[in-house]
């Protein structure tokens, strides 16, 4: 093989014996092995699909590791090792398999591949390269991913056929949910579905279109082909693609029984304003969950509320004079006895990192935390100390609200800690549950606590009517961009068909910035509104 550049740089023998090291040589096998489970699985039947992984190298970031991919056009359960690409980081070939006897075709990479080939049109290629990234490339690209598998399996192409009009495949309160990235069982899985072309290279744009589009996304659908599943690691991406595939299945299935995968309680598929009986999966009509007033003049269409919690779902009292005393006396006792454990160790490097910006901008109450070489008691104490500062100060910050949410697990798991939530609150959960909108919570404390709160209320388990929770990983409460993530999030059509319920001024208006609907929560204990502030209120859910 003839010397080649990979990042400017020509490589030469010892770059050549790089190539044929270890490190790739595994990967190769592991691509190897890796798709003849695929094949049994009947994701790369018929020589489709694919499967690329980055070299792994510690000593190599990981946008500059080497890739390496399976061929297009094979029979992937009988690859071999030396049967496989190897490219450099911008999808430019450095090593290529040798042909073998017919029957055999020549070797060729995958469309999914890198988009310089010598025996295409000059047309195609130079459509190609202004394309500038494969379709692996634009998860590498754009989500620094580890690997990508390309999957051609049936369910994955049914469950784009339901509603050929549907932009978006949508499921909740599945187990299987927890296996996909930055999801859990309580929220709304949305996978967004873009439309097939005859070669597969022209989906690059529409794909790279929906990986921005869906920022939490680890997946894309492409219709009646299959789809494209990203991980960071190897391990990361086939776990999510066997949870993918077994989430079709099953939306499949509810969908054959009448029932729809995207409410909570998976009950019988609702009709559409149009009449139109609505798939659930693959919805991509809007529906109109609003009631008629007596005016006769219709509330605006609604497809979801978010709820705040404190002074909009729960007393503010609750909070302040409960929840946060728990936190605060309980800190020491808790990191004490949990000091070992990952979770805590997390939540103490949160910590460290916070109380560390603290110190450099001069934020009153913060004092240094010793190494964990001065002892467990020291750096506990230290702790103790920064929490019960951040606290007093209702302060907005992960690190705090993360450490919050543990402790607080502790006292419900204990029946130290009731959640409350005012008495209007079940009532209208369940109206807007069975009218079909979709309920969700945003708030500055956990999604940990916000669960632990709904799950343990004084009206019992209140998880069964909501379908998701947002805290300020999304971003900050007061600023308009946050809602915005979450109108992404909630794969709505427009912001307006968002109803966010608040009792802060603030967020009311950065809500309303991103064009959401707003109400403010009048609630007792509630802080005074500005005058003149022109939203609508509400004293109670069942308003609404």
Not at 126 to 146: P, T
Not at 179 to 202: R, S
Not at 346 to 353: G, S
Not at 485 to 491: L, M, P, R, W
Request: overall charge neutral.
């Amino acid at each position: 093989m003839a010397a080649v550049a990979v990042n400017g740089l020509k490589l030469g023998t010892t770059s050549q014996a790089y190539l044929e090291g270890k490190a790739v040589s595994d990967t190769k096998v592991l691509i190897s092995d890796l798709c003849r489970q695929f094949y049994n699985l009947g994701w790369v039947s018929g020589t489709g699909g694919s499967i690329t992984i980055k070299v792994h190298d510690d000593s190599i970031p990981k946008p500059e590791q080497l890739v390496v991919m399976s061929p297009s056009g094979v029979q992937k359960e009988r690859m071999v090792p030396e049967d496989m690409y190897v490219l450099s980081p911008n999808g430019s070939v450095l090593c290529t398999p040798s042909p073998k006897p017919y029957p055999h075709k020549p070797p060729k990479c995958s469309d999914c591949g890198p988009l310089f080939m010598k025996n295409v049109a000059k047309r195609r290629l130079i459509l190609r390269r202004e394309m500038s990234r494969n379709l692996s490339y634009k998860a590498y690209e754009m989500r620094n991913a580890g690997a990508v598998i390309h999957s051609h399996g049936m369910e994955s192409c049914l469950v784009t056929m339901i509603n050929p009009n549907a932009k978006e495949f949508r499921i909740t309160h599945m187990e299987m949910i927890k296996g996909i990235k930055g999801h859990g069982y309580y929220d709304e899985l949305v996978v967004p579905i873009i439309e097939n072309t005859a070669y597969e290279y022209e989906l690059t744009e529409s794909l790279a279109k929906a990986i921005e589009a869906y920022p939490k996304t680890t997946a894309v659908l492409v219709r009646n082909h299959g789809i494209y599943i990203w991980g960071d690691s190897w391990i990361n991406a086939k776990t999510q693609a066997e949870c993918y595939h077994y989430l079709f299945e099953a939306a499949i299935k509810l969908h054959q029984l009448g029932l729809d995968p995207t409410t909570p309680n998976h009950g019988p598929i609702k009709q559409n304003v149009k009449g139109v009986s609505g798939s659930g999966i693959c919805r991509n009509v809007s529906v109109n969950a609003g009631n008629a007033a007596s005016d006769n003049k219709s509330e605006p269409s609604r497809r979801c509320i978010v709820l705040d919690i404190e002074g909009t779902t729960t007393p503010i009292s609750f909070v302040t004079d409960v929840l946060f005393p728990y936190a605060r006396n309980n800190v020491g006792r808790h990191l004490s006895a949990t000091y070992d454990t990952e979770e805590t160790q997390d939540d103490i490097k949160l910590l460290r990192f916070q109380v560390q910006e603290d110190l450099e901008k001069g934020v009153a109450g913060a004092v240094p935390i010793p190494s964990d070489d001065a002892g467990k008691e020291e750096v506990v104490e230290a702790l103790v100390a920064n929490v019960d500062s951040m606290i007093k100060a209702d302060r907005k910050i992960t690190a705090l609200k993360q450490l919050q949410g543990h402790i607080w697990r502790t006292g419900f798991e204990k029946n130290e800690l009731t959640g409350v939530v005012f008495d209007d609150v079940p009532e209208a959960l369940k109206k807007w549950h069975d009218s079909g909108i979709k309920v969700y919570i945003y708030s500055s404390g956990s999604r940990l606590a916000q669960r632990l709160i709904f799950g343990n209320s004084n009206y019992g388990d209140l998880r069964e009517y909501l379908s998701g929770f947002f805290d300020t990983t999304v971003g900050n409460k007061r600023e308009s961009s946050s809602y915005a993530e979450i109108v992404q999030s909630v794969g709505v059509d427009k912001p307006s068909e968002v109803l966010f319920v608040t009792d802060v001024f603030q967020e009311a208006a950065a809500a309303k910035a991103a064009g959401l609907e707003v109400i403010v929560s009048i609630r007792p204990g509630n802080g005074a509104l500005p005058e003149n502030h022109g939203f609508k209120t509400i004293t109670s859910f069942l308003e609404v």
